[in-house]
C-alpha cells in the first residue's frame, strides 16, 4: 500500500514567486495534517484537516500561507508570495481517526525541501 | 507549556552501549495516546509505537523497549545493544482526546552511536 505521497520533493525559488506543495494521503485516512521542520523552530503544525473540512489553521504564519483539500486524496499548501524565511522541510501526513482503526498514528510522507533565495 | 518535553537534546554512545531516551509529558485528560518516531539522517518521520492512556504494559520490540509510568508521566525509550543505524533523531508526542488527532510533538534528541 502507498504511503504518504508529496511533491515536490525539492523547490528553489526565488522571493516573491508562489510555491504550491502537494499531497497525497493514505487512502482511507480521515485526517491529514502540514507541518513545518527547521532547525530553530523544530516541527511546527500548520493546519489539519478532518474529513477535507480545515479544523484548526492556528499554526498558518500568516496570510501568505494557505491550504485546500478538494477532496479525500490531495491537498495543497501554497505560500503567496515567498520569502526566505519559509525555507524549511514541509510535511503532509494522514491519519485514521480515533475507533475507526487499530492505527491511530500519523503516517508522514517524505517532505518538501523548500529553499526560498 | 510544553505538553512534551525532552530534556536531552543531543546523546552519543558508543555502538553496543544501551541508551534510554526520556519523554515527560503533560495533559489533563485521562484518555490519551503517546508516540515514539524516527527522524534518520535522511530526512523522513517513521513511526515506531503508540501507546494508550490504559495500557501500562512495557513494550519490547527486538532491541528497543519502551516504558510507560503515568505516576511520573514518563514515556522512555530504550535501545540495546545500540548500533549506527540507530543514528537519528527520536520524537516524543502527545494526542488527547479532547483536541482530536493534534500531535504535540517534544523538541527531539538527536542520538549519535559512534562505531
Known amino acids: 500500500d502507498a504511503g504518504v505521497i508529496q511533491s515536490p520533493r525539492h523547490e528553489v525559488t526565488e522571493m516573491g514567486q508562489e510555491v504550491t506543495l502537494r499531497c497525497k494521503p493514505i487512502s482511507g485516512h480521515d485526517y491529514l495534517f502540514w507541518y513545518r521542520q527547521t532547525m530553530m523552530r523544530g516541527l511546527e503544525l500548520l493546519i489539519y484537516f478532518n474529513n477535507n473540512v480545515p479544523i484548526d489553521d492556528s499554526g498558518m504564519p500568516e496570510d501568505r500561507f494557505s491550504a485546500k483539500m478538494p477532496n479525500a486524496s490531495f491537498s495543497t499548501l501554497k505560500i503567496q508570495p515567498s520569502e526566505p524565511r519559509d525555507s524549511a522541510v514541509y510535511f503532509c501526513?494522514?491519519?485514521?481517526?480515533?475507533?475507526?482503526?487499530?492505527?491511530?498514528?500519523?503516517?508522514f510522507g517524505p517532505g518538501t525541501r523548500l529553499t526560498v533565495t | 507549556a510544553q505538553k512534551v518535553t525532552q530534556a536531552q537534546t543531543e546523546i552519543s554512545v558508543v555502538e553496543k552501549e544501551d541508551v534510554t531516551l526520556d519523554c515527560v509529558y503533560e495533559?489533563?485528560?485521562?484518555?490519551?495516546?503517546l508516540f515514539w518516531y524516527k527522524q534518520p539522517p535522511s530526512g523522513e518521520l517513521v513511526f515506531l509505537i503508540r501507546?494508550?492512556?490504559?495500557?501500562?504494559q512495557n513494550e519490547i520490540s527486538g532491541r528497543y523497549s519502551w516504558n510507560f509510568q503515568k505516576s511520573t508521566s514518563s514515556f522512555n525509550f530504550t535501545i540495546t545493544a545500540s548500533q549506527v543505524v540507530d543514528s537519528a533523531v527520536y520524537f516524543c508526542?502527545?494526542?488527547?482526546?479532547?483536541?482530536?488527532?493534534?500531535?504535540?510533538f517534544g523538541t527531539g534528541t538527536s542520538l549519535t552511536v559512534i562505531p
Open positions: 501526513a494522514s491519519s485514521l481517526a480515533v475507533g475507526r482503526g487499530v492505527g491511530y498514528e500519523q503516517y
Open positions: 508526542a502527545l494526542s488527547e482526546t479532547t483536541t482530536g488527532n493534534q500531535f504535540y
Open positions: 501507546r494508550n492512556s490504559f495500557d501500562e
Open positions: 495533559t489533563r485528560d485521562t484518555t490519551y495516546y
